[in-house]
């Protein structure tokens, strides 16, 4: 969700920017954007087959965000992406170091599904698609962990990351940044 709302708001920013100038809109020049696709590919795999992601999906999602973490890094030189770069790695480094999934506390599960529900979930399972479960003193990098939440007065809920944040700015600044707008001559 936060990464849609960071995707809609650069989009709908550098669109605004570049027509306020009178320019058309620039997509930034992205590099080896197939790698993207490829990365999807194990989280696709791991969350959306549950018979193969039970078996296989412990080391799909680290190697998903590694390959995000190689695109990132060939496209550095672009607004916005050493943000992402740093999203991604933060990212990397928590579900890596927790068993392959991104940890969440019982206390921030307890605000996305019932009491009843959060009781048939043991810590150390998953939780969700990406998530597992797991209390804060078994957590490596807790402080990396999904652990924030929308308002309480939103529609969607979901926990996110310190990670989940970077990346949001990070593809913000992405979309929001026109290339050569230029305020010499522009009279308004």
């Known amino acids: 969700m936060i990464l849609l709302a960071s995707l809609v708001a650069g989009l709908l920013t550098g669109a605004s920017w570049a027509r306020w100038y009178g320019q058309p809109y620039r ?68 579900i890596a170091a927790n ?7 019982p206390q921030t599960a307890s605000h996305l599904v019932s009491q009843t529900v959060l009781e048939n979930i043991q810590p150390g399972d998953r939780f969700g698609t990406k998530d597992i479960l797991l ?3 078994d957590t490596r990098f807790e402080w990396l962990a999904d652990r924030f939440l929308p308002p309480a007065w939103s529609a969607y809920q979901v926990a996110f990351s310190p990670g989940d944040v970077l990346i949001a700015f990070g593809i913000f600044r992405l979309l929001a940044y026109q290339k050569n707008i230029s305020l010499q001559g522009y009279k308004k």
């Open 27 to 94: 997509a930034p020049e992205l590099k080896y954007v197939s790698l993207v696709f490829i990365a999807f590919l194990p989280q696709f795999t791991a969350f959306y087959f549950p018979v193969s992601g039970q078996h296989v999906s412990g080391f799909l999602l680290p190697l998903s965000q590694a390959l995000l973490l190689v695109f990132t890094w060939l496209n550095r030189r672009l607004p916005g992406m050493m943000i992402l770069l740093i999203g991604t790695a933060l990212n990397f480094t928590v």
């Open 99 to 105: 068993r392959g999934f991104m940890p969440i506390s």
């Open 135 to 137: 209390l804060p003193e």
